[in-house]
């Protein structure tokens, strides 16, 4: 649809991102925002490895038909893989100037076509003016309403991939995206109310928008994933269709998931068991994570029997600190990452040109600190607050991993959050090992050396009873060890709980060779007063 009006470029700023060149207004009407411009070319290089993954495995499909037939059988001979045709159907479904939308046209390998929809008359006549401009002749506009177009359209006339990309939350579009999904399509989610989803001051909004609550204070922003995922994850549950996360970051001001939709009524028995509550403590920051349901695999590793979970895993106060507990979620308790899906973006990313992608670094370095996450240990912490509540000096972090590796536990590195650490080590093992390397320093020996420890000036001395490090100081935190756990330490009543701080190990070597990595995390401002901007009226 042509805009009939003869462009005069001199009324118009040209804006260069990718391969697309977007014309502006000089008297700003449509939303434009420089800051998503990481968003925007992790975006691309994400639906291009969904692409090539689906093809692939499309591929598969076929040869395994075809190896099937009697006459293959016969013949011995294996059909030479086709070359795809385009066949990529992609909304964009709040699209302001349409650039996202070009890009995926011009950029993306084997997109078919391209829906670029908006609400807004001023916007779709820029949209419509910039993929004249561009030639972008796989890109058309759709003036209306997002939830109104998502919702009627016929499962003959469904998307691969659904863009949403609302300013603030995305959660009114979900129902009518997931109608608007292919089988096995890729839906992109951006949501920009971390205040909410990553706050501590609206519980109660968060609830509303999301069916859960957020971390009060520790790893919200890894909760905020979260709870996006539980709130997708349960919408998408009532139409049979089950979510698999393949790439969940938490960047700037926002959050941004790539998840793939399957029509699965088996999957989405599992839900309930890959639905979480957390107890997180008030005083220590303790997480104690209460699965909702219970799943049962057989020797394939497949689902085949579900329950009821046991719990709670906890009484109403920390056993660690005193504190009380904050029940928080539900919110989602599976994996964030898929390895594969991360690795074919960074293979995808290495082919791309600095000049074009002016965020290939920065997609480099978060991908790869997402892709080392433990998968299995949900929520990170951050050492130095835990130092402050134990009023004790910081611990190097080479030898606070090299301390949980010897112990025989995981960590790793976290991309929401520079110098916190993700470990499978139970919390109370975490404040052990601070107590150890506190008593260390003081070459405290034994345990009735605590009023040294209580009282020494490089220690604990302005912990006071009404603290949360008062009964962490206070208390054999080893005899609230589970019988496993000790076993598993090695404790026994001759064979007290030793640190080692000092041997490296396979977990200490792995997280400090990534540490001295050079890992671009946030973004260089390309112009001045590079940054989000205001709501377009």
Same mark, same amino acid.
């Given at each position: 649809? &042509? ?7 001199? $009324? ?10 977007? !014309? ?44 099937? *037939? ?18 990529? /159907? ?22 078919? @076509? ?21 030639? +972008?002749?796989?890109?058309?506009? /759709?003036?209306? $309403? #997002?939830?109104?177009?998502? &919702? @009627?359209?016929?499962? $003959? ?17 979900? $129902?009518?995206?997931? /109608?608007?999904? &292919?089988?096995?399509?890729?839906? !992109?989610?951006? =949501? ?6 990553? %706050? ?5 909004? =968060? ?11 520790? #790893?919200?922003?890894? +909760?905020?994933?979260? !709870? ?52 997180? =403590? ?42 009380? @507990? ?19 973006? !960074? ?16 997609? *480099? ?39 949980? %590796? ?13 110098? +916190? ?35 020494? +000036?490089?220690?604990?001395? @302005? ?39 000092? *041997? ?34």
């Amino acid at each position: 649809m &042509s805009t009939n009006t003869p462009l005069n470029i001199d $009324d118009y700023t040209v804006i260069t991102e990718g391969k697309a060149h977007i !014309l502006t207004p000089k008297e700003y009407k449509v939303f434009y925002n420089p800051v998503q411009q990481f968003n925007r070319d992790l975006s691309t290089a994400g639906i291009r490895a969904w692409s090539e993954l689906y093809v692939a495995e499309q591929e598969a499909k076929k040869q395994e038909k075809i190896k099937e *037939t009697e006459e293959i059988k016969e013949m011995n001979v294996k059909a030479e893989p086709s070359t795809p045709a385009p066949f990529i /159907n992609i909304l964009e479904a709040l699209s302001a100037t349409g650039l996202r939308a070009i890009r995926y046209g011009k950029e993306i390998p084997l997109v078919k @076509n391209v829906v670029a929809n908006d609400m807004l008359d001023e916007a779709v006549y820029a949209i419509n003016r910039n993929i004249e401009y561009n030639a +972008a002749s796989n890109v058309v506009a /759709n003036h209306g $309403d #997002a939830i109104k177009y998502m &919702s @009627n359209l016929p499962s $003959d006339k469904t998307f691969h991939v659904v863009d949403l990309d609302p300013y603030g939350t995305a959660a009114p579009f979900i $129902d009518s995206a997931l /109608n608007a999904i &292919s089988n096995d399509g890729l839906m !992109l989610v951006t =949501c920009t109310d971390l205040g909410v989803l990553a %706050g501590a001051g609206f519980p109660e909004k =968060c609830f509303a928008l999301y069916g859960g609550t957020t971390l009060p204070k520790g #790893a919200s922003h890894e +909760a905020a994933l979260r !709870l996006v995922l539980h709130m997708i994850a349960t919408t998408a549950a009532k139409y049979k269709k089950a979510i698999e996360p393949v790439l969940c970051l938490s960047i700037d001001f926002y959050v941004r998931l790539f998840i793939r939709v399957r029509t699965s009524p088996i999957k989405v028995k599992e839900l309930a068991s890959n639905t979480m509550i957390t107890y997180h =403590c008030s005083g220590c920051g303790a997480n104690a994570n209460q699965r909702l349901g219970k799943c049962e695999t057989n020797a394939k590793g497949t689902a085949n029997k579900f329950g009821w979970a046991a719990g709670p895993p906890v009484s109403s106060h920390c056993h660690n600190c005193g504190f009380l @507990n904050h029940v928080c979620g539900p919110m989602w308790a599976g994996p964030l990452q898929n390895h594969t899906f991360i690795d074919k973006i !960074l293979a995808i990313n290495a082919t791309l040109d600095d000049e074009t992608y002016g965020t290939r670094a920065r997609i *480099t370095g978060m991908l790869t600190l997402a892709r080392q996450e433990l998968s299995d240990a949900p929520f990170y912490f951050d050492p130095t607050k835990l130092t402050s509540i134990l009023k004790t000096q910081p611990i190097p972090m080479k030898s606070l991993v090299a301390a949980l %590796g010897n112990s025989g536990f995981e960590v790793s590195l976290t991309h929401a959050s520079s110098g +916190a650490i993700k470990t499978n080590a139970p919390w109370s093992v975490v404040l052990e090992v601070f107590k150890q390397k506190l008593a260390e320093k003081l070459e405290i020996a034994d345990e009735s050396a605590k009023a040294k420890l209580q009282s020494s +000036a490089n220690g604990s001395k @302005n912990i006071t009873s009404g603290m949360a490090g008062y009964k962490i100081m206070n208390q054999d935190l080893t005899q609230s060890f589970s019988k496993e756990l000790k076993e598993r330490l090695g404790i026994t009543e001759q064979t007290p709980f030793i640190v080692d701080f000092e *041997t490296p190990n396979e977990v200490s070597k792995r997280v400090e060779k990534l540490r001295k990595v050079k890992i671009v995390r946030f973004q260089q401002n390309p112009t001045k007063n590079w940054g989000p901007k205001a709501k377009p009226q």
